[in-house]
């Protein structure tokens, strides 16, 4: 079947644009996570989705990001006013259900690179 | 002090070789443990999660220590298609997943 996608691949833009990065879960999975991974590190947690809330953005770096996910499957990240250590990969993950033993499956990725 | 903290390597090593990662968590309240692989330029998998009384999967061991907080990864007969970036990822009370550094293996021929 369908795994977690991302679009689009590479995003490349200049300070202080707005980018939006969507992600497409598994069919059915109701939590959504977005991560961001810098070179060289591991990937770090920005926000988790149960449904349509946002049940943990904690990671949320500022408020030049912010996610929704108003029908409960796809999921749009913004980000307004992008500075150049905003450039990263974008991850996003879902799982099933809500619970911390469920398997988060990965999409390939966003690459943003702001110049 | 990172959370989750991992040698970064590389550890080269040949094929057939037996390697060993390690990593350490900070957080006792730490209730499930994996580790995850990446590919370069590829998103992480997971490998297989982390019990206390210990779990194999074919040629990979993983250990956890609660008491001293700490998370090993035993890879034996190594292959070339071993050859990748593992994370030790750990989660708390929420769902989000805390990640290492990740440490990155290379089997050469």
């Not at chain 1, 590190?41 to 049940?55: K, M, N, S």
């Not at chain 2, 006792?28 to 994996?34: I, L, R």
């Not at chain 2, 007969?77 to 994370?87: V, W």
């Amino acid at each position: 079947g369908a795994g977690v996608s991302q679009t689009p691949s590479n995003k490349v833009t200049e300070k202080g644009k707005y980018v939006e990065l969507r992600c497409d879960p598994i069919s059915g999975h109701t939590a959504l996570y977005w991560y961001r991974q810098s070179l060289g590190q591991g990937p770090e947690f920005l926000i988790y989705f149960q449904g349509t809330g946002a049940a943990d953005d904690s990671g949320l770096p500022n408020d030049r990001f912010f996610a929704v996910r108003p029908e409960g499957s796809v999921s749009t990240l913004k980000i307004q006013r992008t500075e150049r250590g905003d450039s990263a990969v974008y991850l996003c993950a879902s799982s099933s259900q809500k619970g911390h033993t469920d398997t988060q499956y990965f999409g390939p990725g966003t690459r943003l690179t702001v110049l | 002090r990172k959370e989750v903290e991992q040698d970064p390597g590389p550890f080269n090593v040949p094929e057939g070789a037996t390697v060993a990662f390690n990593c350490t968590y900070s957080n006792s309240a730490s209730q499930s443990f994996f580790w995850y692989r990446q590919d370069c330029r590829k998103e992480p998998k997971l490998l297989m999660s982390v019990y206390s009384s210990g779990n194999e999967d074919g040629r990979f061991t993983a250990q956890l220590n609660r008491a001293s907080q700490y998370i090993s990864l035993l890879i034996r007969d190594s292959k070339l298609s071993d050859s990748a970036t593992y994370l030790c990822v750990v989660i708390y009370n929420t769902d989000k997943l805390i990640f290492g550094t990740g440490t990155r293996l290379q089997v050469f021929p």
